[in-house]
């Protein structure tokens, strides 16, 4: 089992920047590739960003390069989603999950779900 907390969410104007935070507890959290999805009310939930399980490959949505950035560091058994130039748009609760088979932008391929963070990024 691996339990995951988010953190980081909040009130933003667009533009400004916001860093989301998940940590992990439980099972190694090197053993895990890791995502941000995130989910908009009435729109189902939708990739934003994977990290290998090293750090060493990272994949973000069309909707987010030049502007999002994920990172990971393993001793600290944390991800983090660095979030510029916020638009309106990006207004969801972002959760984070962990995969022990690969990285994915598909929900079904994670084994862990955070139970979210909520970002409002207002015009």
């Known amino acids: 089992q691996v339990q995951l907390v988010e953190s980081g969410g909040g009130l933003v104007q667009a533009g400004g920047s916001l860093r989301l935070s998940c940590a992990a507890s439980?099972?190694?959290?090197?053993?895990?590739?890791m995502a941000w999805f995130r989910q908009a009310p009435g729109k189902e939930r939708e990739f934003v960003a994977a990290?290998?399980?090293?750090?060493?490959?990272?994949y973000l949505a069309d909707s987010v390069k030049g502007r999002f950035t994920i990172s990971r560091s393993n001793a600290k058994a944390t991800v983090y989603l660095q979030m510029n130039s916020l638009k309106p748009e990006d207004t969801a609760v972002y959760y984070c999950?962990?995969?022990?088979?690969?990285?994915?932008?598909?929900?079904?391929?994670?084994?862990?779900w955070g139970q979210g963070t909520q970002v409002t990024v207002s015009s």
């Open positions: 999950a962990a995969a022990s088979s690969g990285t994915s932008s598909y929900t079904y391929s994670y084994d862990y």
């Open positions: 439980g099972r190694t959290f090197s053993s895990y590739d």
């Open positions: 990290i290998s399980r090293s750090g060493g490959s990272t």
